[in-house]
């Protein structure tokens, strides 16, 4: 029994050992042995491959933000090399929070992990912080003046206001999804590094560093505590 498959790239049709060529595709030799007729499931899945993302997009049925996101996904995990910046998108999404769940929830960072795709490169995270605030606010935080971070450098700018967040802590595990994490409730000053996007031309936030919680015993000239 012959089998029929089609060659999206190529426009052809392969059938059985022959291969059926459209006109604008010259003819090989026909004395020529070629891997079509001694591999012609290599050669579709070949052809195939620049398609992937095309035939994902119609049969999935999904929102560019859903198919970028994807996209996204299955670079960072073909890459080799150190993890891209996060895009707006991206950090908006592993990032911002929903109000309607407590943060006061021992499992709180467990499933937002998990739900949220957090990882580098399925390698569970340290640390993550999950804020509760208007991405447009924390975009604002950019233009304020550089300050220290926790490690001491300074290139963190520190929100002006206080902001509600959840404090992730990774105590189990090393590859999702066996990561599991401690959840701490903060209230305090964020403080977070910045990025030039260049495709949209903006300053965005790139990463959380920390939560500053208000100390109620003051100690020597800061009215800080770093409790991470």
Known sequence: MNTCCWGAEAGTVAQGPHLLLSPSLPRPPENM???ISARPLALLLLLLQ??????????LNKSEEEIEQFEDYLEELHSSGPAKPLT???????????????????DYCTDEMKMKNVHDKFRCVR?????QTA????QKICKNIFVPCKNGVKKCHRSRQLVE???????????MSDCEYESSY??????????????IQEIIPAYVNDIMVLDTDVKGNSPFRNEA
């Open 33 to 35: 042995p070629t891997l």
């Open 50 to 59: 620049p398609l992937q993302f095309k035939i994902l997009h119609v049969g």
């Open 88 to 106: 707006k998108q991206a950090f908006q999404r592993r990032t911002i929070i929903d109000p309607e769940r407590p943060l006061i929830d021992p």
């Open 127 to 131: 640390e993550h912080f999950f804020l």
């Open 135 to 138: 991405y447009e606010d924390l």
């Open 165 to 175: 967040g959840v404090y992730c802590n990774l105590t189990r595990g090393a590859r």
């Open 186 to 199: 903060r209230k305090g000053h964020v403080l977070i590094t910045c990025q030039w996007q260049e495709d």
